[in-house]
């Protein structure tokens, strides 16, 4: 599943990510692709996750 959202928060542990589109659902802390480079609040993230739960996912871009 690959989704659109917003980055939410940064924590050591990884980003979280809040997606309008799903009632404003939050995601586990999650890692980003090396190429990303840095992530801040509010930044519009693409999130391909590997099962239907927002624990197990990747941030692959931002536009």
Same mark, same amino acid.
């Given at each position: 599943?690959?989704?659109?959202? !917003?980055? /939410?928060?940064? $924590? /050591?542990? #990884? !980003?979280?990510?809040?997606?309008?589109?799903? $009632?404003?659902?939050?995601? *586990?802390?999650?890692? *980003?692709?090396?190429? !990303?480079?840095?992530?801040?609040?509010?930044?519009?993230?693409?999130?391909?996750?590997?099962?239907?739960?927002?624990?197990? #996912?990747? !941030?692959? *871009?931002?536009?």
């Amino acid at each position: 599943m690959v989704l659109k959202g !917003i980055v /939410s928060s940064a $924590e /050591s542990s #990884g !980003i979280r990510v809040v997606f309008p589109d799903k $009632e404003n659902l939050v995601s *586990a802390p999650l890692p *980003a692709a090396l190429n !990303i480079g840095a992530l801040d609040v509010g930044n519009k993230v693409v999130v391909v996750f590997f099962s239907d739960s927002l624990q197990d #996912g990747v !941030i692959i *871009a931002k536009y």
